[in-house]
């Protein structure tokens, strides 16, 4: 398989891998750290990239023994949740701020939520990211506090029936 061939494969299935965190080193070591890597992004993702200011906010929800993985998000709600999604085991649920380069994305990839979600959420691939602040995420609550619609809207009923544990 040539490398450009295997830049497609590991874009097309970037956002649903499961423990990238875990082979931080090793992606490092094949990916590099300077961006942008094209083959790992579609035209539009590619598009969007290009029209990155050159810092970039970014956010990680994410366990204590995840700071340093590649993957990071410019929407910190969506930051706050991931922790607390179903199947995510944390000991520790961290918001972690950090700000980064354009020319440390490696890609930026869209992450499709469904048609009930009009914001575009967009995941961000570095390993270059510098952590600026790091906030401890106690519970559910959290995620109401900094949610930006009506809190009186977003009930803990509301919240099970998008999946997110009470």
Not at 15 to 33: M, N
Not at 80 to 91: E, H, K, L, Q
Request: a negative charge; hydrophobic letters at 45%.
């Amino acid at each position: 398989m040539a490398h450009y061939e295997w830049l497609l494969l590991v874009g097309s299935v970037w956002t649903h891998a499961k423990d990238i965190s875990l082979h931080t080193r090793e992606l490092a070591a094949l990916l590099g750290t300077n961006g942008p890597l094209a083959d790992l992004m579609t035209p539009q993702e590619l598009a969007a990239h290009k029209a990155l200011p050159d810092t970039l906010t970014v956010y990680r929800g994410c366990d204590k023994s995840a700071i340093w993985a590649p993957s990071w998000t410019t929407h910190e709600l969506l930051a706050i949740n991931f922790p607390f999604f179903p199947g995510y085991v944390a000991d520790t649920r961290l918001l972690v701020t950090g700000t980064v380069k354009k020319a440390h994305i490696l890609a930026l990839k869209m992450i499709e939520v469904g048609a009930t979600v009009s914001i575009p959420l967009v995941e961000i691939v570095s390993f270059s990211v510098k952590p600026t602040k790091l906030e401890r995420l106690e519970d559910i609550g959290t995620i109401i506090e900094r949610s930006p619609y009506d809190p009186a809207l977003i009930t803990p009923a509301y919240l099970s029936t998008c999946g997110w544990p009470n």
